[in-house]
């Protein structure tokens, strides 16, 4: 059975880390490894994921690495550098996956000509869940590949994924697609999809993860429907992701 690696990129999480760290370690059957890369916090977020890895089993070894000020798509990137999976999963520190994540995602890589991945994302908090974004998030998976390549939708299958959709892929083809760019501080996920259709198809997975509605509890949800409807077109018609950056606050 082919192993997987996940890859947590963080930056200030110490609000929801360990609840994410508390689910995979629990996953059944377990990941090979969890690799825990920090992007610079100022909060408590590294003192608890390594107290957290100390504390945990050796059947799932969890390393912590730190770097500084670095965006996420960088922090993937060393993640996977160090990765012995053959198997790369990139999961934001506010999801949280089923605990049988391991087994759908080496199933959905079994399938012919598959090389990538992702879930739905079901956004909720601790009082709500976000059906009508949830919705539209994944519509928004077909729709953006739809508009922005529809020959690549037809004729081989693309999907674009996002970062709270726990993205999975091969190891292989990661790297032979260039990894994430590190030149992107937003958008780096769709950009990957958009690069590794080229070497295979990339599969909506029918089961759910849940992200959090941090972002959505402080902008509501008319705004952040605009925000990301706006993004979205303009990063399809070519508008440079830093640019767009301006338009995304990072909210923990």
């Not at 059957?29 to 969890?34: G, S």
């Not at 945990?56 to 960088?74: H, I, K, Q, W, Y």
């Not at 506010?94 to 990538?116: E, K």
């Amino acid at each position: 059975m082919p192993q997987v690696s996940i890859i947590v990129p963080m930056l200030n999480e110490a609000t929801v880390i360990q609840r994410t760290l508390k689910h995979l370690s629990i996953l059944d059957p377990p990941a090979q490894e969890i690799l825990l890369v920090d992007g610079g916090s100022t909060d408590a977020t590294v003192d608890i994921a390594q107290q957290y890895a100390a504390s945990e089993s050796p059947s799932t070894p969890m390393t912590v690495m730190t770097l500084v000020n670095c965006g996420r798509a960088l922090q993937m990137n060393q993640g996977a550098a160090i990765a012995m999976g053959d198997i790369l999963c990139f999961l934001h520190a506010d999801t949280l996956v089923p605990d049988d994540f391991v087994a759908v995602v080496t199933a959905t890589l079994a399938q012919p000509h598959v090389i990538c991945g992702g879930f739905i994302s079901l956004m909720g908090g601790a009082q709500t869940t976000r059906w009508g974004i949830s919705d539209q998030n994944y519509l928004k998976t077909y729709l953006a590949a739809l508009f922005c390549r529809p020959h690549l939708f037809f004729c081989k299958g693309l999907r674009v994924l996002f970062g709270d959709q726990a993205i999975f892929c091969q190891r292989q083809a990661f790297w032979n697609c260039g990894g994430f760019d590190i030149h992107l501080p937003i958008m780096e996920d769709a950009d990957l999809c958009l690069r590794m259709i080229h070497y295979g198809r990339i599969r909506l997975v029918n089961r759910v993860v849940q992200s959090s509605d941090r972002r959505l509890a402080r902008w509501g949800s008319l705004k952040a429907t605009a925000i990301y409807y706006g993004i979205g077109w303009l990063w399809a018609m070519g508008i440079p992701a830093p640019w767009l950056k301006r338009f995304y606050e990072d909210i923990r």
